[in-house]
């Protein structure tokens, strides 16, 4: 027993001071949409660059945003914007926020596969689910009222898709479902259903359409299934993710970002099953250093 | 056991006495532990609630009709539809569970032979042991496609659909309980009702139940409270439509998911935050009203049967 318990106490001395020996490993902190990507990508760095040591933690993307305006980590993931309020909180602590783009996150708005529907527009979708439209046959369909399925106000799906797509509030007859899946769930057996979701939750999804989604009547329709149409920004409900760092980066920094923005990076993106960055967020990065 | 039956032992380096009283303390503290829980669990909910009405009209929360803090225009907090949400609930399951309930408890006490009894009792007690997560994914899965077909409408997530998940899970409560009430009625009862010619059923319907009722009371009462309290099957088969219901087969939210849904992601110490705990409050209260007139009618049963 005595034997055990000296050796747990070697190992946690040791790994204090190897620990000790990093300190000068990256921290990344923040949103949870994003973790599972950077996970993949920062493992895979460190595989090609022995030596390096990359920490990855979630919290969401506030835990984050919080981290980096206090100094304690070295890029903050956000599936969101700082808030102005945040960047002048950080620039009180000598933080100069510096943001790069480094995936697309694609929302897919779904119906029923008996729903004959199978394309609306921005406009069109924000009024049916702020509730001014409750009949399909008024957004050219069939007679029949429609059931809308959104996500509970904890989640940050809620909060893009009402100030992305309403600019208004929800109805208040939208069922709030637990979860993307959820929704995939109920839209498969309501024939007057529209729900929203992540692109991945409906890839291989059987039993309901992605609808084409044009930005405004003029507009060319576009799928969210095709990764051109998302990356080109043709299709309209798209969202960046984010890194926020500190001023100019570090060499080790720079280096792990020029490596997400890489080819091989965003490889590893779409594998996660996000969008590459646009051209558009490309000048973006190269305005920004990167 | 044995020691009670040995010679008090002279070496005891404690008084009787002494000994006496530490154990009454003991058992006095085991005693009052439970009510200062209560009253600390009172005291948290009533502290952390009552901010909520610096900003919020205590009477646009009670009376308004529309609970909305998360608005992109304006908060609102009213929390009727959720009230008459929770009311729906509870009172479609009890109509459901009570007379199943009692039946099958007077089926299992009075007309189910030995064998069957023991087969059914174990399986009704298995039941309370289903996780609540699992009862709601079958509503979502199973039940709400069925109510969809039977009543020719589009979905299932509704009033209807939460008030059988939950009749279910009240079922095992108030078969068991209602099956002691109904054991527990003196065999002078109905040995004197057959004699003096009652058919079995007549004695089962109109001597047992009835001598059995304070019984039955209670445990319509714990079912009703095992009903109002649940959260995690209600949030997931009633669609949660924060809207006033409009019938059991519209969808409806009640104050235990609404406060689910919405803790999780609050910042804290905000007006929504303590608006939460204001809901808690009302629930308490609520749960607290339902154990009083219980216990208040339980007394008077039992005056008027003595």
Redesign the interface.
């Known amino acids: 027993m005595i034997g055990k318990k000296t050796l747990s106490l070697l190992i946690a001395f040791l790994m204090l001071f190897s620990a000790k020996a990093h300190a000068d490993m990256l921290q990344i902190k923040g949103s949870d949409t994003l973790i599972n990507l950077v996970q993949a990508l920062s493992e895979q760095y460190m595989q090609k660059n022995p030596g390096s040591y990359i920490a990855v933690t979630g919290g969401g993307s506030g835990t984050g945003v919080a981290a980096l305006i206090n100094n304690k980590c070295d890029i903050a993931n956000a599936s969101r914007l700082m808030k102005a309020k945040e960047i002048e909180q950080a620039l009180n602590n000598n933080v100069k926020v510096n943001r790069i783009v480094i995936a697309l996150d694609g929302l897919s708005v779904i119906v029923n596969a008996d729903n004959p529907l199978f394309r609306l527009t921005m406009g069109e979708i924000g009024k049916i689910f702020r509730g001014e439209v409750t009949n399909w046959s008024e957004v050219g369909g069939e007679n029949m009222p429609i059931t809308l399925y959104g996500r509970q106000s904890n989640s940050g799906t809620f909060v893009f898709f009402r100030d992305a797509v309403l600019k208004g509030d929800y109805s208040q007859k939208m069922n709030r479902m637990n979860g993307n899946a959820q929704i995939v769930a109920a839209i498969k057996q309501d024939k007057s259903g529209i729900g929203y979701v992540g692109v991945g939750y409906v890839k291989n999804a059987t039993g309901l359409t992605v609808l084409k989604v044009a930005a405004n009547p003029k507009a060319d329709y576009a799928s969210p299934l095709n990764s051109a149409d998302v990356k080109s920004g043709k299709y309209p409900i798209s969202r960046p993710l984010n890194q926020y760092i500190n001023g100019t980066p570090t060499e080790k920094i720079r280096d792990f970002i020029e490596y997400e923005l890489s080819p091989t990076g965003q490889r590893i993106v779409e594998e996660e099953g996000f969008f590459p960055i646009s051209e558009e967020y490309k000048k973006f990065n190269e305005k920004a250093g990167f | 056991m044995q020691s009670l039956v040995l010679p008090k032992r002279k070496s005891s380096w404690i008084s009787n006495s002494l000994k006496e009283k530490l154990i009454h303390g003991f058992f006095f503290l085991n005693g009052i532990l439970s009510v200062l829980v209560l009253l600390g669990i009172f005291a948290l909910l009533l502290l952390t609630a009552i901010p909520a009405f610096r900003e919020v009209n205590i009477f646009s929360f009670l009376f308004g009709l529309?609970w909305?803090?998360?608005?992109?225009?304006k908060e609102v907090y009213g929390i009727v539809p959720m009230l008459v949400s929770t009311f729906m609930v509870t009172l479609g399951a009890l109509v459901i569970a009570v007379p199943i309930g009692i039946g099958t408890a007077a089926y299992l006490s009075d007309v189910a032979n030995p064998r069957v009894r023991e087969i059914v009792k174990p399986v009704v007690e298995i039941l309370a042991g289903i996780p609540s997560v699992v009862i709601g994914f079958l509503g979502?899965?199973l039940l709400?496609?069925i109510i969809?077909k039977v009543f020719n409408i589009?979905?299932?997530?509704n009033a209807l659909n939460g008030s059988i998940l939950l009749a279910v899970m009240a079922l095992p409560t108030i078969i068991s309980i209602t099956e002691d009430a109904l054991k527990n009625v003196p065999v002078s009862y109905e040995s004197a009702s057959l004699a003096l010619g009652a058919t079995k059923w007549q004695t089962v319907i109109k001597v047992k139940i009835p001598a059995a009722l304070s019984g039955i009371i209670a445990a319509t009462m714990l079912g009703m409270g095992r009903a109002i309290g649940e959260t995690m099957t209600v949030?997931?088969a009633t669609?949660?439509?924060?809207?006033?219901p409009e019938s059991f087969l519209g969808?409806v939210?009640t104050l235990t998911s609404s406060i689910a849904?919405?803790l999780?992601?609050?910042a804290y110490n905000t007006t929504h935050y303590y608006a939460l705990f204001a809901l808690g409050l009302v629930l308490f209260i609520l749960t607290f009203i339902i154990n009083l007139i219980s216990d208040i009618y339980l007394h008077k049963f039992e005056k008027v049967n003595r």
């Not at chain 2, 909305?68 to 225009?73: A, D, F, G, I, R």
């Not at chain 2, 589009?154 to 997530?157: A, K, T």
């Open positions: 529309d909305n803090p998360t608005s992109y225009v979502i899965v709400g496609p969809a589009h979905n299932g997530l949030l997931m669609g949660c439509a924060p809207a006033m969808p939210r849904i919405e999780g992601e609050v």
